[in-house]
């Protein structure tokens, strides 16, 4: 069964810094990896989606993420965070059968200081 | 973007009441749709994933009995919490997927249910 993992449970970053969120996963084939958001007491928003070709994925909100076959990774990361971009963050990982069942990851708050 | 509209927003009730929460597909058919149950600082648990038109397939450890689940359309699935307790306040989540190899899920913005 697949799994994922997100090491940092919270992060903290100053506004305009970089930012970059970690994600491993385990699957035994190429999987569907997704990042998604979540706001205080809402459901959570698609953020990116990654399923073949360019590993290097441009999503919403100017953040992106990079499949890292070899390390078994899907990072997050934003060149420069802004203040609304706290919030949860997760990494789901989807089977690659077409069904559309996914595996989420525990989340990494991210808490963003003046 | 695809739009998922989840229903009521919060529910209070007192215990032993029945709480039904419906999830919509505003501009695509989902062919399956996902409830989870999120408690408080935790990830989303998966509870049921129901296709439409058949009996949806609930998670190990859940209740189908308690959680009802109805997908009579490819636009609607509803979850009803029978007889409602205090243990299952929670925040619940749907998300509607339209099919096809690796589509995303698309959630709605939950329900926060309370029970007294």
């Known amino acids: 069964a697949q799994s994922v993992t997100q090491p940092d449970i919270h992060i903290t970053v100053s506004e305009g810094a970089s930012l970059e969120l970690r994600c491993n996963y385990s699957y035994g084939a190429t999987p569907y990896l997704f990042w998604y958001v979540q706001s205080p007491g809402q459901g959570l928003q698609l953020l990116l989606k990654?399923?073949?070709?360019?590993?290097l994925v441009q999503g919403i909100k100017g953040f992106e993420a990079e499949f890292k076959r070899s390390q078994s990774s899907f990072n997050l990361r934003k060149p420069s965070v802004h203040w609304s971009d706290a919030a949860e963050y997760f990494c789901a990982v989807g089977l690659a059968g077409g069904y559309q069942k996914v595996t989420f990851g525990t989340g990494t708050k991210l808490q963003v200081i003046p | 973007g695809a739009v998922v509209s989840q229903h009521p927003s919060r529910v209070i009730c007192k215990s032993g009441t029945s709480v039904k929460i419906e999830c919509r597909s505003l501009d695509f058919q989902a062919t399956t749709m996902f409830w989870y149950r999120q408690f408080p600082k935790q990830s989303l648990m998966l509870m049921a994933t129901s296709n439409e038109g058949s009996k949806a397939t609930y998670e190990q450890g859940v209740e189908k009995d308690k959680f009802l689940i109805n997908h009579a359309s490819l636009t609607l699935s509803t979850l009803t919490v029978t007889s409602a307790h205090p243990e299952d306040s929670s925040f619940y989540i749907c998300?509607?997927?339209?099919?096809?190899?690796?589509?995303?899920?698309?959630f709605g913005d939950g329900t926060r249910l309370s029970i007294l």
């Open positions: 990654y399923f073949s070709g360019d590993t």
């Open positions: 998300s509607a997927s339209g099919g096809g190899r690796g589509q995303p899920q698309h």
